[in-house]
């Protein structure tokens, strides 16, 4: 390998020993913020190409680089009921919103970091609705109805702070009141302070996007992704929104009460065998 493939081998396994997994994208900006490389089109392939060749080699193990867009869809198997039955014991999980006086959803405009907020979220028992960009109507529609059987509902917002990461936020707004839900809904991340705070890379705003003037005129021409803010700040956020909207005490009482029930599952399955 090249010097130049080595030295960002090098560096990117210094990154993902500080957490992973992380996406190549995360790793390519972490690297732009230690200004090892520049922010180009350019220099992030030449990350990826890296990170295959590191993995190819064993210097960096596989799964500390998810790609969350191409995952195989596995069929359901199990050996035999005994393995059925823990894993019905893992799945069972109580409904937490039944003590909440206020349902919490999140919405993250892309996949490649649905890995972390899955993480997070999971213990909470949050949805997490990926949009992979401005989502489709039937998503908005189907979120109206959760959003208006649960009221009062907030939903927490994680996107791009770009022109079209800007208007899809201010889009999900309008079209899920066009659907009669009026949530409250937060833009958590990324944000103008957010880039300010950690220093995060710049980029210029499309100029082929037809949003771009009125985002200029705004914001000034720059643009940043989500995936630049670092992974450990991302996943502290979205906790810190999490935790200070739910009622843990009435969450802990649900964890202890689907304990309970859990071991009752257990022993029934285990009485029909």
Request: glycine content about 6%.
């Given at each position: 390998?090249?010097?130049?493939?080595?030295?960002?081998?090098?560096?990117?396994?210094?990154?993902l020993?500080?957490?992973h997994?992380?996406?190549?994208?995360?790793?390519?900006?972490?690297?732009?913020?230690?200004?090892?490389?520049?922010?180009?089109?350019?220099?992030?392939?030449?990350?990826?190409?890296?990170?295959?060749?590191?993995?190819?080699?064993?210097?960096?193990?596989?799964?500390?680089?998810?790609?969350?867009?191409?995952?195989?869809?596995?069929?359901?198997?199990?050996?035999?009921?005994?393995?059925?039955?823990?894993?019905?014991?893992?799945?069972?999980?109580?409904?937490?919103?039944?003590?909440?006086?206020?349902?919490?959803?999140?919405?993250?405009?892309?996949?490649a970091?649905?890995?972390?907020?899955?993480?997070?979220?999971?213990?909470?028992?949050?949805?997490?609705?990926?949009?992979?960009?401005?989502?489709?109507?039937?998503?908005?529609?189907?979120?109206?109805?959760?959003?208006?059987?649960?009221p009062?509902?907030?939903?927490?917002?994680f996107?791009?702070?770009?022109?079209?990461?800007?208007?899809?936020?201010?889009?999900?707004?309008?079209?899920?009141?066009?659907?009669?839900?009026?949530?409250?809904?937060?833009?958590?991340?990324?944000?103008?302070?957010?880039?300010?705070?950690?220093?995060?890379?710049?980029?210029?705003?499309?100029?082929?996007?037809?949003?771009?003037?009125?985002?200029?005129?705004?914001?000034?021409?720059?643009?940043?992704?989500?995936?630049?803010?670092?992974?450990?700040?991302?996943?502290?956020?979205?906790?810190?929104?999490?935790?200070?909207?739910?009622?843990?005490?009435?969450?802990?009482?649900?964890?202890?009460l689907?304990?309970?029930?859990?071991?009752?599952?257990?022993?029934?399955l285990?009485?029909?065998r």
């Amino acid at each position: 390998m090249q010097a130049k493939t080595i030295r960002l081998i090098e560096i990117a396994k210094e990154i993902l020993l500080e957490g992973h997994p992380m996406t190549v994208r995360q790793v390519y900006y972490r690297q732009v913020s230690r200004q090892v490389i520049k922010n180009n089109r350019g220099q992030y392939q030449a990350v990826s190409n890296a990170l295959v060749e590191a993995r190819r080699s064993g210097v960096i193990p596989w799964e500390w680089v998810e790609d969350r867009l191409r995952r195989p869809r596995l069929v359901s198997m199990w050996a035999g009921l005994p393995e059925f039955a823990e894993t019905c014991r893992r799945s069972y999980r109580r409904d937490v919103w039944e003590t909440q006086s206020n349902y919490l959803e999140v919405w993250l405009e892309k996949d490649a970091l649905s890995g972390i907020f899955e993480n997070v979220l999971n213990p909470y028992g949050v949805t997490l609705n990926v949009g992979r960009g401005y989502d489709g109507w039937d998503s908005i529609h189907n979120a109206a109805q959760r959003y208006i059987e649960k009221p009062p509902a907030t939903v927490l917002y994680f996107g791009d702070f770009d022109p079209s990461g800007e208007d899809m936020f201010h889009s999900l707004i309008k079209r899920l009141g066009d659907q009669g839900a009026t949530p409250e809904i937060i833009k958590c991340a990324l944000t103008r302070e957010d880039i300010t705070r950690y220093e995060l890379p710049p980029d210029f705003a499309k100029k082929t996007d037809t949003r771009t003037p009125a985002f200029i005129l705004k914001h000034g021409d720059i643009s940043v992704e989500l995936d630049a803010l670092p992974p450990d700040v991302l996943r502290a956020r979205l906790e810190d929104e999490i935790s200070s909207r739910m009622d843990l005490e009435a969450l802990k009482e649900i964890k202890t009460l689907e304990e309970t029930e859990r071991a009752e599952l257990v022993k029934l399955l285990e009485g029909s065998r």
